[in-house]
């Protein structure tokens, strides 16, 4: 029995470490922080005995700071790509009664420049994530290095299991443990020919051909999504736009063809992953060159953003937060652009159709009108009066 009495919005992480209370970012009273993997790692760590208070200790992917929090004695580093993870990383510490600072947070751009002890890894959702994390992991492993990955097993495939042998060397996986598998790396230092095939890049056919580089972990990553099109096939252009927030930008596409369309216009582009804001960056920078101004936030929707500053907001929300389906973000995501907006200010918002959006933009604005639809997505707009 967890003797932490949890708040409305955390749960208690019981492992041989100790009994942690933690909080999803958003907090989310339905779904816990951690999972039967983090546990599972956990158990191992504690019953192999591999970790002293000396070892260097490197966390990748480590989604709302579990691991991180338990382990908090060897003062890890923690690689995760999202701010909302980093939050999560923040406030579960101190929940715990930790200073943020035992615990280094590093966005994965790039690595840390170090060897590790012991490094631990959360299978990620996006494969080609994992990829290219197993190729610029090789710098960081000494001869002693011991390496175990933990997931659940609905995410570890064998062609999960093909890129830890062919990119690190001799792997073997655990027994399921409550639907969770480990999996064991011995690093063979010989294995050392290829690279992360990441960032790489495609075309974008609009107002004029745009080369579009994505970093691993974006969405989309390797063709313009249908959504998206819609967007660029209806992009709004007018003189009224003089600020125009990109949402969840991912690689920039939106606001990069809204940006041609309205000239004078300053751009804003927001995103929770730090891939996709540099992704972003770079892929202005390659249309207008550095002297148009724009600004790149990594933040949680539009934290950051004064309240009626802007005139169009443009967002392709996400419908699912790691593994986790559901529409709180882009709920989220909808209330914030209302604040964010002039009075008279524009969201235009594209999505699946099955998704309703309409409705929550209905209750949020009072009204809402479709301006476009192809066969699976429709693109609406709701008008701040
Ligand atoms: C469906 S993708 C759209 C990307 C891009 N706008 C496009 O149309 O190709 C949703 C984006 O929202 C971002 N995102 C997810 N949660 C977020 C949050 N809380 N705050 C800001 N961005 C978020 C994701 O990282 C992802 O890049």
Same mark, same amino acid.
């Not at 955390?10 to 999972?35: H, I, K, S, Y």
């Not at 969770?180 to 004029?208: H, K």
């Not at 500053?309 to 593994?323: C, G, K, M, R, Y």
């Not at 192809?374 to 709701?382: E, G, H, I, W």
């Given at each position: ?25 958003p ?15 956990? $158990? ?45 990383l ?28 012991v490094?631990?890894?959360? /299978? ?22 011991r390496?175990?990955a *933990? ?9 999960t ?38 960032? %790489? ?16 972990n974006l969405?989309?990553? %390797? $063709? ?5 099109r ?26 990069? /063809? ?10 804003i ?20 060159g ?14 950051g953003? *004064? ?31 209302? $604040?964010?907006? $002039? ?12 998704l *309703? ?29």
């Amino acid at each position: 029995m967890a003797s932490i009495e949890p708040k409305a919005s955390t749960t208690v992480m019981l492992t041989p470490q100790g009994e942690f209370e933690l909080e999803r970012m958003p907090p989310n009273p339905q779904l816990q922080a951690w999972d039967a993997a983090d546990q599972y790692l956990l $158990k191992q760590i504690d019953e192999l005995k591999i970790l002293t208070r000396q070892s260097r200790l490197l966390l990748v992917n480590d989604n709302f700071g579990a691991l991180s929090v338990a382990l908090a004695d060897n003062h890890p580093v923690m690689v995760n790509d999202s701010f909302l993870s980093q939050q999560a990383l923040y406030r579960n510490m101190q929940l715990n009664g930790y200073e943020p600072d035992q615990v280094t947070f590093n966005s994965g751009l790039p690595l840390p420049h170090a060897k590790f002890d012991v490094i631990l890894i959360k /299978i990620p959702k996006s494969q080609a994530l994992l990829e290219h994390q197993l190729y610029s992991l090789r710098d960081l492993i000494g001869f002693d290095t011991r390496i175990i990955a *933990a997931g659940m097993s609905r995410s570890i495939h064998s062609s999960t299991l093909k890129l830890f042998e062919s990119i690190l060397g001799p792997t073997t996986t655990s027994l399921a443990w409550k639907k969770s598998r480990l999996i064991y790396v011995t690093r063979d230092q010989a294995l050392n020919q290829g690279q992360s095939p990441y960032p %790489d890049s495609f075309i974008v056919e609009a107002d004029r051909e745009y080369t579009i580089i994505n970093h691993a972990n974006l969405f989309s990553r %390797d $063709k313009l999504d249908s959504g998206s099109r819609l967007v660029i096939e209806n992009m709004p252009a007018s003189e009224k736009y003089r600020h125009i927030v990109d949402l969840g930008c991912g690689n920039g596409i939106l606001g990069l /063809i809204a940006a041609s369309l309205n000239p004078e216009a300053k751009l804003i582009f927001t995103d929770e992953s730090y891939m996709a804001i540099d992704s972003a960056r770079i892929n202005f920078e390659a249309a207008f060159g550095k002297n148009r101004e724009a600004e790149f936030t990594v933040t949680n929707c539009l934290q950051g953003i *004064a309240n009626e500053s802007v005139d169009l907001v443009l967002n392709n929300p996400p419908f699912h937060q790691q593994t986790s389906v559901g529409d709180t973000i882009a709920w989220q995501m909808f209330i914030e652009a209302r $604040k964010a907006l $002039k009075p008279g200010g524009e969201l235009w918002v594209v999505g699946n159709r099955h998704l *309703a959006y309409h409705a929550k933009l209905k209750k949020i604005f009072g009204h809402c009108e479709q301006v476009a639809s192809n066969k699976k997505f429709v693109l609406l707009l709701a008008v701040k009066q």
